[in-house]
């Protein structure tokens, strides 16, 4: 019995040094993932009429199809109303308003991003999230607070009630997956368009 015993102890002894390697290289593996995507970025994109945005992914919470809303009356022409999600009222503030470009407003079939971290619990009301765009930060393609950014339209100036180029941080060109896109600087636009 005491050589089977040992037998049992060194199987065991076995399986745990196999189980502690291949943990070992899962994690190595996984540090070696994130290295490869320190210089990336991930965007969530939205459509808004024909024009794309890229919000920063991490300061989203969570896409929902686009819900009825309780306008509030004297507030900013951008904040379309409150809604209830998940159980609590969020504020929702049209993108596309936001920005000064025209919009029929998010209809039915737009969505709602609700937003990490925001002043107030808010979610952004757009016609539709195309997905996520991973962008190379390193490459000179992303230009960010550059005369590089494309022309937006006359209705885009804050003289038509929203904020114009003052939220775009950069521009993500077509090469990039899934498109190009207008990169937000979702803190500028939450200051500028919250009262």
Same mark, same amino acid.
């Given at each position: 019995?005491?050589?089977?015993?040992?037998?049992?102890?060194?199987?065991?002894?076995?399986?745990?040094?196999?189980?502690?390697?291949?943990?070992?290289?899962?994690? #190595?593996?996984? %540090? &070696?993932?994130?290295?490869? =995507?320190?210089?990336? @970025? +991930?965007?969530?994109?939205?459509?808004? *009429? !024909?024009?794309?945005?890229?919000?920063?992914?991490?300061?989203?919470?969570?896409?929902?199809?686009?819900?009825?809303?309780?306008?509030?009356?004297?507030?900013?022409?951008?904040?379309?109303?409150?809604? #209830?999600?998940? %159980? &609590?009222?969020?504020?929702? =503030?049209?993108?596309? @308003? +936001?920005?000064?470009?025209?919009?029929? *407003? !998010?209809?039915?079939?737009?969505?709602?991003?609700?937003?990490?971290?925001?002043?107030?619990?808010?979610?952004?009301?757009?016609?539709?999230?195309?997905?996520?765009?991973?962008?190379?930060?390193?490459?000179?393609?992303?230009?960010?607070?550059?005369?590089?950014?494309?022309?937006?339209? +006359?209705?885009?100036?804050?003289?038509? *009630?929203?904020?114009?180029?003052?939220?775009?941080?950069?521009?993500?060109?077509?090469?990039?997956?899934?498109?190009?896109?207008?990169?937000?600087?979702?803190?500028?636009?939450?200051?500028?368009?919250?009262?």
């Amino acid at each position: 019995m005491g050589r089977a015993a040992d037998a049992a102890v060194e199987r065991a002894a076995e399986r745990a040094r196999a189980l502690r390697a291949a943990r070992t290289e899962v994690l #190595a593996r996984r %540090g &070696r993932d994130r290295a490869a =995507l320190a210089g990336t @970025r +991930a965007y969530l994109v939205c459509a808004c *009429g !024909a024009e794309r945005y890229g919000l920063p992914l991490e300061a989203a919470a969570g896409v929902l199809p686009m819900r009825p809303c309780t306008p509030v009356p004297g507030a900013v022409p951008a904040l379309v109303g409150l809604a #209830a999600v998940s %159980g &609590r009222i969020v504020s929702v =503030l049209d993108l596309a @308003r +936001a920005l000064g470009r025209p919009t029929p *407003g !998010a209809g039915p079939g737009g969505h709602l991003v609700t937003l990490r971290n925001a002043p107030v619990p808010l979610a952004l009301a757009v016609d539709r999230v195309l997905g996520v765009a991973e962008i190379d930060l390193d490459a000179p393609d992303l230009d960010e607070e550059t005369s590089a950014k494309p022309d937006l339209p +006359a209705a885009a100036h804050p003289s038509s *009630g929203g904020m114009g180029d003052a939220a775009v941080s950069g521009y993500a060109p077509a090469k990039s997956e899934g498109g190009d896109f207008v990169v937000l600087d979702l803190p500028r636009l939450l200051r500028r368009a919250l009262p």
